[in-house]
């Protein structure tokens, strides 16, 4: 595999959060964000916005490092594809999660890298669940919203004395504020929620395809043995 190719990831990233970003730039130039925020009197949708915003820096930081595993592991398979044989103790990356496997692998004392591989697939896939956690709570704050906002809609209803025209009139529009904060946070969250499930699938995917082809190349190609 070209290291080229290799680090592919990281533009995809980039090309993902450029059009991310060109989808607010518009919905703002439209002047859909500003309605969204201004009508929001809980201010959750802030706190959405600014969670999302942390969460894309971490994905765009894991999505570089990964990256990084990427080519260290093209170099490595290369290395391999040059030669008829190659020990572990001959390449390898100096830094990262591939070069605690190989010294790891060297220092084995059997012929069975399962249990390293396993380990090896599960801290990938660990570095990855911050964003899936986040992507929950955006859901849930999305959710909250709607509870707050039908809280502040219904809220007014228990002020009702009488029946006044003009006092109706002001109930209506009380409650219609409530309605907007519930409906706008909703939207939040389930548009920040599933935009960076999208995100954080393409490292997963990346991730699971680097921990497969590392188990082909350790079981079919590479030789190692105990320092």
């Known amino acids: 595999m070209n290291p080229i190719k290799d680090a592919n990831l990281i533009f995809r990233a980039l090309i993902m959060m450029g059009v991310v970003a060109f989808g607010f730039y518009l919905a703002a130039d439209r002047g859909l964000v500003a309605l969204a925020l ?56 100096e830094t990262g999660l591939l070069s605690s496997f190989l010294r790891n ?20 896939a660990n570095r990855h669940a911050l964003g899936h956690f986040a992507s929950d709570v955006l859901l849930k704050l999305g959710l909250l919203g709607t509870v707050v906002g039908f809280i502040l809609m219904l809220l007014p209803v228990g002020e009702i004395k009488e029946f006044d025209p003009a006092l109706m009139q002001q109930l209506l529009s009380a409650m219609s504020g409530g309605m907007a904060v519930a409906l706008y946070t909703t939207l939040a969250g389930l548009v920040t929620s599933t935009l960076l499930k999208m995100q954080y699938h393409i490292l997963d995917a990346s991730a699971s395809q680097l921990a497969t082809r590392l188990a082909v190349l350790v079981d079919v190609r590479l030789k190692y043995h105990a320092a």
């Open 38 to 93: 201004d009508s929001d009197k809980s201010y959750i949708s802030y706190v959405i916005l600014g969670v999302y915003l942390l969460a894309s820096a971490h994905w765009l930081w894991l999505a570089r490092m990964l990256s990084e595993e990427r080519q260290q592991f093209a170099s490595l398979e290369a290395a391999v594809e040059s030669e008829e044989e190659i020990s572990t103790t001959d390449t390898g990356p």
């Open 105 to 124: 692998l060297r220092g084995k004392h059997d012929s069975n890298p399962a249990a390293l591989l396993e380990a090896f697939g599960d801290e990938l």
